[in-house]
């Protein structure tokens, strides 16, 4: 408010400012200094409120950091647990290539290409197929084989182990999933 040298009347210094008496009430006028200082208290104020809101932005990156690796844990989590489901150590781009050399075996050596034909093909619990696991100093080799294919080449081959594997490779009634290669 800025005072009329006529308005007022009576006029008091004090810590730098002054104050006068105008129209019943004091109206207090500070120095320059006290401006200053309250500008420089304010500017502080400015400054370490803009301080706690950076470490508030740095903890709230940390806590997205630590929910994106929860998130890239639980679907690691998931990936192995559907591995387990398996119930073999086999990856899902073998349990893949597995699916398509039973599908093409099916079709090509017992003329099933549809669900309906291989039921009536295999028994009631199934198992038509037999996984084979044979580990080994530098790894493990996985091999799927058709079970039927394996009793036929057995019957066509007589005691000639050299036959059998000849048999087994025209029958195509062995499939390695897994290699050291």
């Known amino acids: 408010m800025v005072v009329k040298n006529t308005d007022w009347k009576r006029r008091m210094t004090y810590q730098g400012g002054y104050s006068s008496y105008l129209d019943g009430k004091f109206h207090d006028y500070q120095g320059l ?20 809101l950076e470490k508030e932005n740095e903890d709230l990156k940390d806590l997205h950091w630590e929910n994106d690796l929860l998130k890239k844990m639980k679907a690691d989590r998931d990936l192995m647990e559907a ?13 893949k290539a597995i699916r398509e050399w039973e599908d093409k075996h099916w079709t090509e050596q017992h003329n099933a290409p549809d669900t309906k034909s291989r039921l009536s093909k295999m028994g009631a619990s199934g198992g038509n197929f037999h996984y084979r696991f044979t580990p080994t100093s530098i790894g493990t080799v996985g091999t799927i084989c058709c079970t039927a294919c394996q009793n036929k080449a057995r019957r066509n081959s007589g005691e000639n182990r050299d036959r059998y594997a000849e048999l087994i490779k025209e029958y195509d009634a062995e499939f390695t ?5």
Do not use: H, K, W
Request: hydrophobic content about 30%; glycine content about 6%; overall charge negative.
């Open 83 to 95: 591995d387990y489901y398996r119930g073999f150590p086999i990856t899902e781009s073998e349990q």
């Open 177 to 181: 999933f897994q290699d050291l290669s």
């Open 33 to 52: 200094d006290n401006c200053m200082n309250e500008i420089r208290d304010l500017v502080e104020g400015v400054f370490c409120y803009a301080e706690r």
